[in-house]
């Protein structure tokens, strides 16, 4: 059974750090590109960032609200994708899904992935 399971969330202060990780079980996703999507209480999902496959060049993207603060990274080895969070605001509260496409290349669309973890929630409190 292919799973992909998020941990890493809690509570934190406003500017404060935490890291995500991603882990998939069932098969590797290393010829996979990642993704991370987050849902505010009350919106819809919204894209966070991408990286591609495992190959060299390491593409990555991010949505404009979050580049610069958070960095997504893989470790093929273990199968997992991180999503490493700086500088956190009250505005980045919601739940974060990862999620894998059939193809290699970063996509910031929803519908482009066929993959989704449970998620983990994520809150920043003052």
């Known amino acids: 059974q292919v799973q992909l399971v998020e941990s890493g969330g809690g509570l934190v202060q406003i500017g404060g750090s935490l890291k995500l990780s991603c882990t998939g079980s069932g098969r590797s996703f290393a010829g996979n590109a990642m993704g991370w999507f987050r849902q505010a209480l009350g919106k819809e999902r919204e894209f966070v960032a991408s990286i591609n496959a495992n190959q060299p060049g390491g593409t990555t993207i991010y949505s404009d609200s979050v580049k610069g603060r958070f960095t997504i990274s893989r470790d093929t080895a273990k199968n997992t994708v991180y999503l490493q969070m700086n500088s956190l605001k009250s505005e980045d509260t919601a739940v974060y899904f990862c999620?894998?496409?059939?193809?290699?290349?970063?996509?910031?669309?929803?519908?482009?992935?066929?993959?989704w973890g449970q998620g983990t929630q994520v809150t920043v409190s003052s």
């Open positions: 999620a894998t496409r059939q193809y290699i290349g970063t996509s910031p669309n929803e519908g482009a992935y066929y993959y």
